[in-house]
């Protein structure tokens, strides 16, 4: 008997066909409240504070008055620095697509698919400091202990895959961003519905997925390992009904034996062809390329790999993905904190994203899969339109960009900045985080309001007590 037949008999069976139904019970009768527009969703968030400014979010009268004093007429509190000189972005902006989009050069790659793009240029935060930040944009709280948005979205739909998880997290090779798992955590959700981190090029990219190389370690005795570990389990349900801990360890043993095969696949590229791996920016040198200084190759390879593999994931039923560019703080720099020097961060860290992100759009687009994903763009904060030192900027929480793409979402802009790029040019209606998670949970046949579950006599839902639907960027 395999390891699935085996978990599958007995009290395991049992388990996992309690949770499968209720999984099913969750997603059916309860949850879906209109015919949703999409199935599944990327996230890609760029860990360290994107600028704004430096990327999508055009700003003719930095360039008019760059390097003359900054005064937007208000007091203005930064992160770690005074308010210095206005900033000019180092690259050039030009037009792209129909829409006559303006983009910075270090985003190019997005021209291509830039009229299938929702951006959203007046989204503000709560605070400036970096674990808060993408806790907020990651949970919708900025204190842990709350779901992320993909432990919701997975317990809301469950798993299209009997063989893959519904969450699936794959972070910078380099590092874990702040909070490190908190940002993918179930919290008081079901633990099955956490995010399984997968690390692309490494050479154990599932951790504990197959048993350690070992003589002593063989297939009869670890057979024999997993019976004495069902008959523990037995033991221990029996002796604590209605505790869901175990059921969910259960299933993840059950789903980890299935992942054996059907991960491995998935994360095996070789059989893409060239064009594919061309489209995504994949190195000939593939995960070995060179990393030992920031450049444009790496970050291409690095980011475009985890794009493509999330595709490969997404077709076989994983149902929310994270990808992560960018570590916590370190030394050389590998995030997109750029308080010294913003050149010689983003245009390596951009370049790369904009490849993958641009390579996944145009893949899902041509296989006809963009048309029930959604693909949500984000970071904890922008930075300002002000200089720190002569070549950094600081935080700025005050406003930022995000973007959406896929399914129900009509390309243009929705929400701009003031002329400085510093706080919304409407300060009274902002968008928040609220309002993007809920209008992600609106295109996947969610009512926000109504994905809530009691904990601490509190019901807590993604949105807290806040988030409207962006109507007017749906189709």
Not at 222 to 231: H, K, N, P, S, T
Not at 399 to 414: D, E, Q, R, S, Y
Not at 452 to 468: P, Q
């Amino acid at each position: 008997m395999d390891r699935r037949n085996f978990l599958l008999s007995g009290f395991a069976g049992i388990a996992l066909g309690e949770l499968l139904r209720q999984d099913q019970a969750i997603a059916t009768d309860q949850v879906l409240h209109h015919p949703p527009k999409v199935k599944r969703v990327v996230q890609l968030f760029m860990a360290g504070a994107a600028s704004h400014v430096d990327m999508f979010d055009y700003k003719p009268l930095l360039e008019k008055q760059n390097g003359q004093p900054w005064d937007p007429g208000e007091s203005v509190e930064l992160f770690q620095s005074s308010p210095g000189a206005c900033f000019a972005s180092p690259w050039k902006f030009k037009p792209y697509g129909q829409s006559g989009k303006m983009l910075s050069e270090i985003v190019a790659p997005l021209g291509n698919v830039v009229d299938d793009i929702a951006f959203v240029h007046n989204v503000v935060g709560k605070t400036g400091v970096h674990s808060q930040g993408t806790l907020l944009q990651t949970t919708g709280f900025q204190l842990p202990g709350f779901p992320s948005a993909g432990a919701w979205v997975s317990y809301a739909l469950g798993s299209e895959s009997d063989n893959l998880p519904s969450f699936v997290v794959l972070p910078d090779h380099r590092g874990l961003a702040s909070n490190g798992a908190k940002n993918w955590a179930n919290s008081f959700l079901s633990a099955e519905h956490q995010g399984t981190v997968i690390r692309p090029g490494s050479s154990d990219p599932i951790a504990n997925l197959h048993a350690p190389t070992s003589d002593f370690i063989t297939r009869e005795n670890d057979r024999a390992g997993l019976a004495a570990l069902a008959q523990l389990n037995q033991q221990h349900a029996s002796e604590r009904i209605g505790d869901d801990r175990l059921m969910a360890r259960v299933r993840s043993y059950q789903l980890a034996a299935a992942m054996q095969l059907s991960a491995s696949d998935a994360l095996d590229v070789s059989s893409e062809p060239q064009s594919i791996k061309d489209l995504y920016g994949l190195s000939p040198d593939g995960p070995g390329v060179d990393d030992s200084t920031i450049n444009v190759r790496a970050e291409q390879e690095f980011f475009g790999r985890k794009c493509l593999i999330a595709r490969r994931l997404l077709e076989r039923g994983v149902r929310f993905i994270q990808i992560w560019s960018g570590n916590d703080n370190g030394f050389p720099r590998r995030n997109w904190d750029s308080h010294e020097d913003v050149q010689r961060d983003h245009e390596p860290l951009s370049l790369g994203m904009a490849t993958g992100a641009a390579g996944l759009i145009a893949d899902l687009k041509q296989r006809g899969m963009l048309d029930d994903t959604l693909i949500l763009w984000t970071t904890e904060f922008g930075r300002m339109p002000c200089s720190q030192g002569s070549k950094g900027r600081d935080h700025n929480p005050f406003v930022f960009t995000n973007w959406m793409c896929g399914g129900g979402i009509k390309g243009g802009t929705f929400g701009e900045s003031d002329q400085w790029g510093y706080k919304p040019l409407d300060r009274s209606r902002p968008t928040t985080v609220y309002d993007i998670h809920a209008t992600m949970l609106h295109l996947l046949g969610i009512d926000h309001t109504r994905l809530s579950v009691r904990h601490n006599s509190i019901d807590r839902r993604l949105t807290d007590v806040h988030g409207h639907v962006i109507h007017e960027m749906l189709v």
